[in-house]
């Protein structure tokens, strides 16, 4: 898709607006340079990956790297630079949203549900609005740094144990 930019654009604005990544419209408009973007250029965004395709989006964790991921949900590695049109020299960052194709959704135990991470949530107010002890979520979802969780982060929330429910 095509936008022609606006008085007061930045890449990193324009890439929010699009749910992409400021990396990947460079990407797409041949090493574009971020710091020469003026009103009426015209850019080329990048399309999100197709809904029909299997997959999931993955929110970058603290230590993670594209090798990394590659190797964790056994995906290679130059497919997954493809489809989220990572350029060179192939940097990501906590909170980037990456999508990795062919790679189904990890699912929560019985009784348990997925949860979308919101802004302002912490993994407290996460646990304390559901009931669950915090540790167990940190557990579930292989958490290395509990500080740090991300709007749109994908967490799987276990079953509400016997001894944390209420009573009537």
């Known amino acids: 898709m095509t936008y022609i930019a606006q008085p007061g654009d930045t890449l990193y604005t324009i890439a929010q607006r ?4 400021a990396e990947a419209i460079m990407a797409a408009n041949n090493r ?3 710091y020469l973007i003026y009103p009426g250029q015209l850019l080329e965004i ?4 197709e809904s029909e395709q299997l997959g999931y989006y993955y929110i970058v964790q603290p230590g993670d790297s594209l090798y990394r991921i590659a190797q964790r949900f056994n995906i290679p590695l130059k497919e997954l630079i493809r489809v989220n049109q990572i350029p060179p020299p192939y940097t990501i960052y906590p909170g980037q949203r990456i999508f990795l194709p062919g790679v189904e959704p990890p699912k929560p135990p019985p009784g348990g549900q997925v949860y979308i991470v919101q802004p302002g949530d912490t993994l407290y107010s996460i646990a304390e609005k559901f009931n669950l002890p915090l540790d167990s979520i940190i557990r579930l979802n292989n958490i290395p ?4 969780i991300y709007p749109g982060q994908r967490l799987i929330l276990p079953a509400v144990p016997s001894s944390f429910q209420q009573e009537p």
Not at 46 to 49: A, G, L, N, T, Y
Not at 145 to 148: A, K, T
């Open 145 to 148: 740094r509990p500080d740090l």
């Open 18 to 21: 699009f749910n992409t990544s």
């Open 46 to 49: 990048p399309e999100e990956p």
């Open 32 to 34: 574009l340079n971020s």
